[in-house]
């Protein structure tokens, strides 16, 4: 079974930078497609961004394209979100999730329902 630990959230002013980080176990064969997603508060749960970790496969939600970059350290089984020019509309709880599926499918941003595993998540404000 996958589990997924989120950490690193916090608050922060605006146009200040966070990284969040997700340690991963439980892994079996094959790489993964990962995802960050976030909630706000009163809203629908939206993608942040997907990476396959077995490279490639990355795609950026428009609304974080060029402010926020997704890495991973293998040995480590940890994936990062570095979080920089943060805005109030940034304020939310942040996921950790994974899926058994590829890179070609990763690299669409995927859908959340497709990913089984998530982490408990890690709260992110931004006040301005």
């Known amino acids: 079974q996958v589990q997924l630990v989120e950490s690193g959230g916090g608050s922060v002013q605006a146009g200040g930078s966070l990284t969040l980080a997700c340690a991963a176990s439980g892994y079996t064969g094959s790489s993964y497609c990962m995802g960050w997603f976030r909630q706000a508060p009163g809203k629908e749960r939206e993608g942040v961004v997907t990476a396959y970790t077995g490279g490639g496969g990355t795609y950026y939600y428009d609304s974080v394209k060029g402010r926020f970059t997704i890495s991973q350290n293998n040995a480590k089984n940890t994936l990062y979100l570095q979080m920089n020019s943060l805005k109030p509309d940034g304020t939310a709880m942040y996921y950790c999730?994974?899926?058994?599926?590829?890179?070609?499918?990763?690299?669409?941003?995927?859908?959340?329902?497709?990913?089984?595993?998530w982490g408990q998540g890690t709260q992110v404000t931004v006040s301005s």
């Open positions: 999730a994974a899926a058994k599926l590829g890179p070609v499918y990763c690299a669409t941003g995927g859908h959340q329902t497709d990913f089984p595993y």
